[in-house]
């Protein structure tokens, strides 16, 4: 049997009409687990994320990286949704889909004709998946909305992580919030799958922004409602908890400890770092005691970290078993040899032959997290018309839609 058919969502079609990364990130992670994820796009211009400039040196000279990364595997229809015509071929399509997934605002998306009871009017069993920024109840259900706005600002991400003292908040890592909420729309998805598969019902999914960072920083969240809860007191006390800190090697480089067991590695760890009478020493005897006495502990463990560089302190860890990493920056993690061995990088061969290396999803299935036949982002339009001649339109009618701009 071919690799394709034992894939986990082989035969299952998705509709795709969304921009940028939260939603259409769902959609790669469906397309690298085998369904054919269709993404529509305005004929004249595309998904914005095409022609997105940033200037923060994320282009290249050739590959548009981003875009492969949440748009590979997938197909391009472009077709003009506010016209009668570029209609009704949608909604062929739409009668021949399992899923429909978009970003498009709900009043934008109603004002298409293209809501939920529009949809399943066409198709019955149709899933109706949707993301936004804050989520569909509340009164700015409407409200635009980005990572960095609904996901890191609004979702207190911004505030949480910010240094104590720091004049203002520091800014998010690109696509952060997006990427986790593309695992949750991806996520109800295959919930949906399974509902259907067991009942014969639809679903509708909804997923925000907002809602994945309230369910990342949930920890906190709920301590919230407990009188008393300081939130700022486990991002800016450094001496709280000693054994679960960073420490400055000689090199400038970053050890983490994260001994939530501290009592059973506090010994091992003195050892190791060259000083064993510590772990006799009354003032550390136990967790509370450690606790109590953070400060100094603290200081005395920064100290020695400080006095060897990094390597060092690896080989002296080394077969340890015992919860420490060294902090890495973001090139070194794209070396990572774990990274690597449980292969969660892949090469495609884009459309002017550059072969770009990209990530997959965070799941792996029967051992491998790489789709089974890594493909390229599509072109815009690239398989419009033949996605619309097998839902049955004909050639004349093709020609005639994509003469008059309502096919891309």
């Known amino acids: 049997m071919d690799t394709l058919d034992n894939s986990t969502f082989a035969g299952v079609r998705v509709v795709e009409l969304a921009q940028f990364v939260f939603v259409p990130g769902g959609g790669a992670i469906l397309a690298d687990l085998g369904a054919e994820v269709i993404k529509i796009e305005e004929p004249k211009g595309g998904d914005p994320y095409r022609s997105l400039k940033i200037n923060d040196g994320r282009q290249t000279a050739s590959a548009n ?27 062929r399509l739409i009668a021949t889909a399992d899923v ?10 109603e004002r298409l004709g293209l809501g939920v009871e ?24 409407n409200r635009a909305g980005y990572d960095a706005s609904c996901f890191w600002a609004r979702g207190g991400f911004a505030e949480a992580l910010r240094p104590q003292g720091a004049a203002q908040p520091i800014s998010p890592r690109p696509a952060l919030g997006d990427h986790a909420g593309s ?62 800190r960073a420490y400055r090697c000689a090199d400038d480089r970053w050890i983490q400890l994260m001994f939530l067991d501290p009592d059973r590695y506090w010994p ?11 772990a006799q020493d009354p003032r550390y005897a136990s967790v509370d005691l450690r606790s109590e006495h953070g400060l100094e502990l603290h200081a005395v463990l920064a100290e020695i970290f400080a006095e060897q560089p990094a390597r060092s302190w690896g080989e002296a860890f080394a077969g340890w ?57 599509p072109l815009k339009g690239e398989h419009t018309m033949e996605l619309l001649g097998d839902a049955g339109v004909d050639r004349a009618t093709l020609e005639q839609l994509q003469k008059t701009g309502v096919l891309g």
């Not at 091992?268 to 510590?278: D, V, W």
């Not at 690597?340 to 061969?349: K, L, P, Q, S, T």
Request: aromatic share 6%.
């Open 65 to 91: 990286l981003a875009m492969e990364q949440n748009n590979r595997g997938k197909k391009s229809l472009a077709v003009d949704l506010k016209t009668p015509e570029g209609r009704e071929v949608f909604l």
């Open 100 to 109: 429909f997934l978009t970003s498009i605002r709900p009043d934008a998306i």
């Open 118 to 141: 529009a949809l399943r009017a066409h198709n019955p069993k149709l899933i109706y998946v949707r993301g936004n920024g804050t989520g569909f109840r509340g009164p700015q259900a």
């Open 183 to 244: 695992t949750n729309i991806a996520l109800g998805i295959a919930a949906a799958l399974f509902r259907r598969e067991r009942t014969g019902e639809p679903s509708l999914i909804e997923v925000s922004l907002l809602s994945t960072a309230t369910w990342i920083l949930s920890a906190d969240i709920v301590m919230s409602k407990v009188p008393g809860y300081n939130e700022r007191v486990a991002n800016s006390n450094v001496t709280r908890q000693p054994l679960t």
């Open 268 to 278: 091992g760890l003195c050892q190791r770092l060259g000083r064993p009478e510590l």
């Open 321 to 377: 078993d015992a919860p420490w990493e060294f902090i890495q920056s973001i090139s070194e993690v794209a070396e990572d040899p774990e990274v690597i061995a449980n292969g969660h990088f892949f090469d495609v061969e884009v459309s002017d032959g550059t072969k770009v290396q990209l990530v997959t999803g965070p799941v792996s299935v029967d051992g491998s997290a790489r789709p089974a036949h890594p493909r390229r982002a």
